[in-house]
């Protein structure tokens, strides 16, 4: 049988890894690390603890590995191996790559240069790269493999499989390890070719393929490329000292692609993603800018998320040199510090949650020795990818299609190749009928292939019907009865569990009903009437000689009978008197009754042509007569003299004009004109102008 495994689920089973950290899988194989000058930080007991009993003499790169467990295995410096007990491996003499060599001695002056890559096809070794520094002309790179059944579970370099030149030349002090797919790695360098190049060397079960994939940058002024961080996704990350730049990177073939540079501005010198691979963080001599990967491809606004998180400081007195993350999650700063431009002393900081929108920053988080000199932490190791796993399913998942004429059916393992039983090979697919569907999941980053069936039932609808929304009377009640065979639960929105219902008050009721692990559902409004039924206008007067028109008013539909016989909503009528209609509908009769008063509505004044204002009480007042039965809306009388002045004003209907002036002064005899203007409250209500002279006598 192949070596992948089929893994068979018998229902739906979710397994959650894309959020872990692929630092962070098997996290323990990062749990020590040994670097600079006998320096050790271990991370096994939660907290970091710093000692000087290593073995590593290196200036700048170094690596070291442990198991799962967080035991040490071996570290080095790329010409140099220990062992777990800080002795080096019998085989590993006369090792090359991260020199300068001084008396045979290699002084570790390469930057990037040292990385422990698992071996797919072994679990016993391991690939260990050493790269020349730049102080080295050349720039050759080697590898040498170390077999921990060897030396008695020790650890030793394979004879004759050391200083394996795989970069023949220049090579720079720029390399990485990433992941590619089904359980493989790929070293990568930045070399100083013109133009400038990235070289892929493939690593699989078969062990380092010497023929590298070649890609070209196409911006020349990204010469001096230094780290490269990659994460999960494929989205590579390259920094230098004129700018920053991004592309995506291919797991499956090793290419880069879609190059893009970030504003002017931005340039740093060493790289470090964060635990979820959503941020990443950029040394630039005294500052550590946080970026937000979440935008790409928008490297603006990337640029844009930029922020500093290291303390206000001179780059004269401060600069941080490496940036690495550890197993706890935190990312840890080497800082040397300065005193009139000479070194004086070294640092540890510490960025706390780094997945965080803002994440903290701690100074001097890790207390070191006086006399520790270290520029680096030295390379993370990439965990041994579990190929052959089986997973047991916990959990059984049966499908039915209810109401719905087709269901969807996902695979839960998202960006994925697929195989389902039916030959599609999308990530879902729609389904109509009853049966046993399956798809196989192949993961593109482990090779294992997950099989999940669906065992479908489709259920029968229930057909759940409250009737059309309706009325009732005030005081009427609705009886809804929904009850059918084999139907489970029954659930009003009120909370009554009953099938049959008596409403009496307005409102929306809904009714949920359960069959077959089907759920089917209802919704009825109902609305309650309180009928009334009136004649418009209420009582009111009649002009006589006119005639109104009697309306009814009402919330229902109407069979309407008046008492003088006539059948219809409206009557017209020409006497007052008093009138009566009934109203027949679906809540029963109602009745209303209006009187009508006779009104004169056509005022006209008696008004003299004369009078004598001498005191002696007849005739000395001069005014319009009304009758008592006029009903006046507005009223204005006035008197002018022979000039056309206005000499009386009144718009009180009976006031009239005594034959004085406004100062009381006696009007003379003679000739006065009059204007009377009034209109009615009912009727012809359009006002009536009534004009015409009076004779003052003494």
Known sequence: MKKRKFILYACLLYVFLAGISWKAFAQGVNNNWHFGTYNEISFNSGTPVFTQNSAVSTFESSAAVSDENGELLFYTMGARIWDRNGTEMPNANGLLGNGPFNGGIAAGSGRNNVHIVPHPGNPDQYFVFSAAAIETPGGKAYYHVVDMSLNGGLGDVVPGMKNIEIIEAHGREAYTVTRGICGTYWFIGSMMTSPVSYYAFKIDENGVHQNPVITYVPYHNMADIGPTEITRNGIAISASSNNVMMADFDQQNGTFSHFQLFPNGHTGQYLELSPNHEKFYLIHYNKIWQY?????????????????????????????????????????????????????????????????????????????????????????????????????????????????????????????????????????????????????????????????????????????DLGPDTTICKGDTAHINVYQAGIEHYLWNDGDPGFEKNITEAGTYHITVQQGGCSYSDTLKLKIIDPYFRIIPDDTVLCKGDFLRLNTESNMDNQVQWDNGHNGPSIEINAPGKYSAIAQNLCGQLSDTVNIDPVNCHCKPEIPTAFTPNGDGKN???????????????????????????????????????????????????????????????????????????TLIR
């Open 620 to 694: 000395d007042v001069f005014t319009p007569l009304l009758r008592s039965d006029c009903a006046l809306k507005d009223f204005e009388f006035s008197i002018f003299n022979r000039y056309g002045t206005k000499i009386y004003f009144s718009n009180t209907a009976g006031a009239g004009w005594n034959g004085t002036y406004s100062n009381q002064k006696l009007a003379d005899n003679g000739v006065y004109f009059y204007l009377v203007k009034l209109s009615n409250n009912y009727g012809n209500t359009e006002p009536v102008i009534y004009k015409g002279q009076v």
């Open 292 to 464: 937000d990967l979440d935008l790409y491809p928008n490297v603006t606004g990337i640029a844009a998320t930029a922020l500093n998180l290291a303390p206000a400081t001179s780059p004269l007195n401060v600069t941080y040199e490496d940036l690495r993350q550890a197993p706890n999650g935190s990312l840890y700063a080497v800082r040397l510090n300065f005193n009139n431009q000479f070194l004086e002393s070294y640092s540890i900081d510490k960025i706390n949650n780094p997945d965080a929108s803002i994440a903290g920053f701690s100074l001097n988080a890790l207390p070191i020795p006086q006399n520790a000199r270290f520029i680096t932490f030295g390379s993370s190791v990439l965990p041994r990818q579990q190929i052959n796993k089986i997973i047991h399913p916990q959990a059984r998942l049966d499908t039915v299609i209810c109401k719905e004429t087709a269901i969807t059916l996902r695979s839960p393992y998202p960006d994925y190749s697929y195989q389902w039983s039916n030959g599609n090979i999308s990530p879902q697919i729609q389904v109509s009928q009853s049966g046993t569907y399956w798809v196989i999941s192949k993961s593109t980053t482990d090779c294992t292939w997950y099989i999940d069936s669906f065992k479908v039932r489709k259920q029968e609808p229930v057909n759940i």
